[in-house]
């Protein structure tokens, strides 16, 4: 199957009607996000929609979580089941941050990126940390133990794919600056929890309000609480940028039977406004548009 969208998740509800028709539906419970109906017929077709989408769900949350030989919570795809995580509404604070300890210059630029929006994952660039977990079409969880690593593979945005090792060895003493960092996991319980260092500053890790320097040092928990639910819990650490340590947490759905498909990202701008905040055009050959 062949999808295309020449346009980043995060503005994909802005995108025209025939680009977002031309994806087809996913199987399942078909819960990806959804686009506003105009009129009285589309809205009760939307409701009957989002009906069947809660009966599925109740049919979802019932199912026993499943797990491996050893006991672990298998956060992905089993040899039966299939799916991938998405998140909930498209928000611009998904994990609920409040009071954020900014220092001065990291509160200036994050009020600079939600005005303007030249946000690099919506020129084809990989997103690291949360923002990894923000798009419409989901991530999928592969982990392979007889190698000791997770994967993450990003569905839209450049189609990217995170390393997660897990046999125990330490982060490199100068690990390279890279758009996901060098993560390392072990289980505690139920939890996956993963450390990461060594981010470069070139991508955007939420959609714009929390800049970050190459000092970010994160912590995630993933949590299976159930078999349709994955709990993301995040702690930034980035004495560069803020003056404390701080966390936030949200849920992902599973998308029952859909797996990991083709995506094409394009920087074909379909919708300029949006794409540039306050401006009316954004000129591609500039250098310091990233």
């Known amino acids: 199957m062949k999808r295309f969208a020449s346009l980043a998740a995060v503005l994909w509800l802005a995108a025209p009607a025939q680009a977002q028709q031309a994806r087809p539906q996913p199987p399942g419970d078909g819960v990806q996000v959804a686009v506003p109906r105009g009129n009285a017929a589309d809205q009760q077709r939307d409701d009957e929609e989002q009906r069947r989408v809660a009966a599925t769900r109740a049919k979802l949350a019932s199912r026993p979580v499943p797990r491996a030989a050893d006991g672990h919570i298998v956060i992905g795809q089993t040899a039966n089941e ?12 998904p994990l609920g941050f ?16 939600r005005t303007h929006q030249l946000e690099p994952h919506a020129r084809c660039k990989p997103s690291g940390v949360g923002r990894q977990f923000f798009t419409p079409y989901g991530v999928e969880f592969v982990e392979l133990r007889d190698l000791q690593r997770a994967f993450v593979f990003d569905i ?66 993933f949590t299976r609480t159930a078999f349709d639910t994955l709990r993301y819990e995040l ?24 797996e990991l498909f083709e995506y094409v990202c394009q920087e074909e701008n379909y919708a300029p406004t949006l794409m540039v905040g306050q401006g009316t055009k954004v000129d591609r050959s500039s250098q310091i548009v990233p």
């Open 82 to 93: 299939k799916g991938v995580w998405l998140p909930g509404p498209v928000i611009p604070n």
């Open 98 to 113: 409040t009071d954020v300890p900014y220092q001065p210059w990291a509160k200036a630029l994050a009020d600079d990126r």
């Open 156 to 221: 839209g945005g450049p189609h990217t794919y995170r390393t997660i090792y897990l046999d125990g060895r330490p982060h490199p003493a100068k690990p390279a600056p890279t758009f996901y960092g060098h993560s390392i996991g072990h289980w505690e319980g139920d939890s996956l929890v993963v450390d990461t260092v060594g981010f470069n500053e070139d991508f955007w890790m939420d959609r714009g309000m929390l800049p970050h320097t190459t000092q970010l040092h994160t912590v995630e928990r």
């Open 235 to 258: 702690t930034i650490d980035d004495p560069g940028a803020y003056t404390a340590p701080f966390s936030g947490r949200m849920d992902l759905k599973w998308e029952d039977g859909t």
